[in-house]
């Protein structure tokens, strides 16, 4: 039986090179590595920060169209057909699995935008690329329900990739 560390071993350079396959290499990343101070939108004050584990239900949505184009808050362009979502606080870019709970459909993408900042706050965790929301089944319905976890160990290892200087991750890498 494998043990958990040799399966992130195996594991963990398929899902990096995915990583890249939707998105970014190091030598095209237009981004930086992000944490933020407060912000208020709509009346709401967000406060970003390093997680050491993040693990949440609630509610995801989509974003696509109206959007594609234009920079995100760590200075990426938007491309709704990559792997990618926004989330409030979480530091950008940060690796998550999101799990739409109805179906089990799951998937990685790399948070490096901030929202959702729908009405409803309270349940909305993230707002998904168009691609990310079809591939675990919810882009026709607009919502569902998640689980978002946050990956620090592949965090840490994207941002090594990315050559990241400031990164709260790096504890999490093999030495």
Not at 72 to 89: D, I, K, P, Y
Request: aromatic residues 8%; charged residues 25%; glycine residues 8%.
């Amino acid at each position: 039986m494998l043990g958990k560390g040799l399966i992130y071993i195996i594991i963990l350079p398929l899902l990096l090179q995915g990583c890249f396959l939707i998105g970014e290499t190091a030598s095209n990343y237009t981004g930086h590595y992000k944490v933020g101070k407060p912000y208020v939108i709509k009346k709401i004050k967000y406060h970003p920060r390093p997680f050491k584990k993040y693990h949440k239900t609630g509610l995801a949505s989509w974003y696509g169209p109206r959007f594609h184009g234009k920079k995100t808050a760590n200075g990426e362009t938007f491309n709704q057909r990559t792997l990618t979502a926004a989330h409030n606080t979480l530091p950008l870019p940060s690796l998550v699995r999101v799990t739409n709970l109805s179906n089990k459909k799951s998937i990685i993408v790399r948070v490096n935008d901030r929202g959702p900042f729908a009405k409803n706050k309270r349940s909305r965790i993230i707002d998904l690329s168009e691609k990310a929301a079809e591939l675990i089944g919810m882009k026709k319905k607009g919502i569902a329900r998640v689980s978002v976890k946050l990956l620090p160990r592949a965090t840490a290892i994207l941002h090594k990739k990315l050559n990241l200087v400031k990164s709260h991750y790096k504890q999490h890498l093999i030495p």
